[in-house]
């Protein structure tokens, strides 16, 4: 995708299901990880930008590397987060700051693949799974506007759902 935080979405959506099994803020972290590779090709001039970090062996050792090298910076980023928010705000917006290697693991795992998989869609210089293979069977199989549209709609379902959540926690809370 051209703007990487619309794979997010469906990150967003998998938190709000599975909970404490998956890191939200690991899976971005690997999706900015994967498209920094596009980026340098970009700035470099080339015309071929997604190379081996677009395809699924790529993004697992980029999950891998996600994984170990940014659980703590993931971790001080949602203390970050928490210490900025007042009592109120952080009733509605807190969140855990430790992650857990199952939640690191499943995040970066997960985030790199979906990556792959989303960006498989509407680049046609992907191979996703070179050197195995050199075809794309699902280029263009969803047309970009879909894609686009059911990525954000994800994000706003969990999104909807996150909120819903704490609406409901909150409200547990205080009848007991």
């Not at 997960?110 to 699902?138: C, K, Q, T, Y």
């Amino acid at each position: 995708m051209p703007f990487t935080p619309l794979h997010f979405g469906p990150g967003l959506a998998l938190k709000t299901v599975t909970g404490k099994w998956f890191s939200f803020t690991l899976f971005c972290f690997v999706q900015v990880l994967i498209d920094l590779e596009p980026a340098w090709y970009m700035l470099a001039g080339e015309d071929y930008v997604h190379r081996f970090l677009h395809t699924y062996f790529g993004a697992t050792l980029a999950g891998g590397v996600a994984i170990v090298a940014g659980k703590a910076p993931c971790e001080w980023a949602l203390r970050a987060w928490n210490s900025r928010l007042s009592p109120a705000q952080a009733r509605w917006l807190g969140v855990p700051a430790k992650i857990s290697w199952i939640a690191a693991v499943t995040g970066g795992l997960i985030g790199g693949w979906s990556h792959v998989f989303l960006d498989s869609f509407m680049h046609a210089d992907m191979r996703p799974l070179a050197p195995l293979r050199e075809h794309n069977a699902l280029l263009f199989l969803v047309h970009v506007d879909t894609l686009y549209l059911s990525c954000a709609l994800a994000g706003l379902a969990g999104l909807a759902l996150f909120f819903w959540q704490r609406r409901r926690a909150l409200r547990g809370t205080r009848s007991g």
